[in-house]
């Protein structure tokens, strides 16, 4: 009996090609009886079956990388207008991970403060190695002077307002709608 090779591939697609042709360079082109058509399907079958675990674990893997990566990506969706002297990923990531907080019920906004070492902490986890101690200090700074936080006894979103600029009037109205997204 002669094996039909394309069907054997197309029952088996999961392995790889140089699995499936080293089976195949193994087995011979010519004929064979059942007893040898048999050990190379399950031969063929187990490869596969290999290949497929190896597939769903390298999925979940990438699913779970993915999930991580879009979970540390939040700040990106916080749509604000930012100078060019500032860092945009450094701004965003302040309001959103050290005073909006995703993950927290509570929003650091008017009397509910939050040390400055906790957010620099909570962005520095967040950024990874992108932080630089400058850009977060000069984020830092540009919102103190927009009036979009204030700075007494801890840090906090200035919700009433006061003594807001232009500018941090818009980030204030964009860090309200984007905050009751996650509540």
Known sequence: MKIDWKAMRRKYG????????????????GEVDEATLQSIDLLLSEADEKALAEKRA???TVVKELGELSASMIHRAFNIKIPKDIDGEHLKAYLVYG???PSQRRIYAGKKTVKMETIQQFVRNKLGTYFDEA????????LLRNGVISDNHGIALNISGKNTTKDGQQILS???RFSLGFR
């Open 99 to 101: 005073l909006i907080r």
């Open 174 to 176: 964009e860090a309200k």
């Open 14 to 29: 999961t392995m790889s090609s140089a699995d499936f042709f080293t089976l195949r360079r193994l087995a011979g082109s």
């Open 135 to 142: 850009k977060f200090t000069a984020a830092h700074e540009w």
């Open 58 to 60: 390298w999925e979940a």
